[in-house]
């Protein structure tokens, strides 16, 4: 570990960066790779590579009776899995959701020609606020999509009632939370469906992937349908479709991966608690903690920075940490309505979102999973707990990079 103990040992002011190498966000988490080649060895051998095979079905199998769902629809990735879900529900018109989250989520909505309608989040959990959600419907809303962010689950309680007093259908984006319950139930369970992303970033991942979990038979059956082009035997098209389907080797990575599942948990909440004692008492440096009473992935680790006290900002602190190779990132910055199209469609939404405004320039996501281990994870809480005893000075360096006599402190 490099300790760094004066100002010009930070790489940002030309010292030696703590790491050789990059450290991501998001590296994956990979399984048992003799388990995950002999799968594919099987797969080459049957020759059936797509098309509902059988690690597909298995894969399927498994995830629902892991979620105790009765529908868990493997997907080519977790866009297509909410485009089809969205489509199967028959959602039209608007669609109530928050800002704060990856754009997929809105863009899974515009692409069919749904306006997206941007609603604030609750500061503790950065998941969607029930009460401005009601404040928001109006005759041309069909539904509502909750976001688990960061795994971290949605009032879902106060959402499925707003949704059944005005008729509307209830989505949830799953993205972050697979593995994870609220009040003990497994997500999966919840609305008219729950998406799940497995894409190579998140806890558990398929390369690329997702899937849809309903406990409705009907909707399952339409969503079946329409990630096969919609069709119904061989020559029977019965809805519009489109190809949703997974690979069978994305699925041989998936069973491989539900294999590990309890020791990827293991690794991140064990990195969760080292960033915990470690960032401890830093003032103006808040760690997103998680409710240890439900099951949770701890996949992501989030720091709310708060510049009233650390002098510097989070987006100063995030060029720091990338001079130091640590590639900190400003999950989900600006906002699905700062970016386009929405920002020309809705100029003045921001106006109803100040706490998305606020937390988006306040978050930053460190690096955890089982490519980063707990020396590093001291090294980079070493470099934000000196940041912040020198923060004066290390603001005043940032403004004026040529005053030497501030480098002696
Ligand atoms: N809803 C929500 C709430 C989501 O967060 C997402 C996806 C979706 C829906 C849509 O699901 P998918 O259609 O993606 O299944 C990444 C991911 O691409 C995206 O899946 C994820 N959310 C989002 C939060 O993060 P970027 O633009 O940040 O990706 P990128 O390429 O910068 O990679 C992130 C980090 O991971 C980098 O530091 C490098 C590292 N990495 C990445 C890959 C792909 C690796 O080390 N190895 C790899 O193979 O979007």
Known sequence: MINKTQLKDLAIFNGTPAFNEKLHVGRPNIGNRDRLFERINDLLDRRWLTNNG???????????DMLGVKHCIPMCNGTVALEIAIRAAGLT????????????????????????????????????????????????????IGVHLWGQTCNVEALTEIAQKHNLKLMFDAAHAFGCSHQGEMIGNFGDAEVFSFHGTKFFNTFEGGSV?????????????????????????????????????????????????????????????????????????????????????YQYIVLEIDQEITEFSRDQLVKILWAENILARRYFYPGCH??????????????????????????????????VGIEEISQICQIIRFLVQHSHEVKQKLLYPSDESVLAH
């Not at 969607?128 to 928001?136: H, L, Q, T």
């Not at 309890?262 to 960032?279: P, S």
Request: hydrophobic letters at 40%; proline letters at 6%; aromatic letters at 10%.
């Open 338 to 371: 700062r970016m386009e199209p929405y920002r020309s469609y809705f100029p003045h939404a921001g106006l109803l979102l100040p706490e998305t405004e606020r937390l988006g320039k306040r978050v930053l996501v460190l690096p955890t999973g089982t490519a």
């Open 54 to 64: 059988p690690y597909v079905q298995e894969l399927e199998q498994r995830m629902a």
């Open 213 to 297: 979990a309903t406990n409705n038979d009907e909707l399952a059956a339409k969503i079946r349908l329409m990630k096969n082009f919609g069709f119904a035997g061989f020559e029977n098209v019965n809805y519009i479709g489109t190809n949703g389907k997974m690979s069978e080797v994305s699925a041989a990575m998936g069973l491989t991966g539900l294999e590990s599942l309890d020791e990827f948990v293991a690794v991140n909440y064990r990195n969760h608690k080292q960033y915990q004692r470690e960032l401890r008492d830093i003032p103006g440096v808040k760690l997103l903690t998680y409710n240890e009473a439900e099951k949770c992935n």
């Open 93 to 144: 018109g608007e669609v109530i959701l928050p800002s704060f989250t990856f754009i997929a989520t809105a863009h899974a909505l515009q692409w069919q020609e749904i306006t997206p309608v941007f609603c604030d989040i609750e500061p503790h959990t950065c998941t969607i606020n029930p009460w401005r959600v009601e404040a928001m419907i109006t005759p041309r809303t069909t539904g509502i």
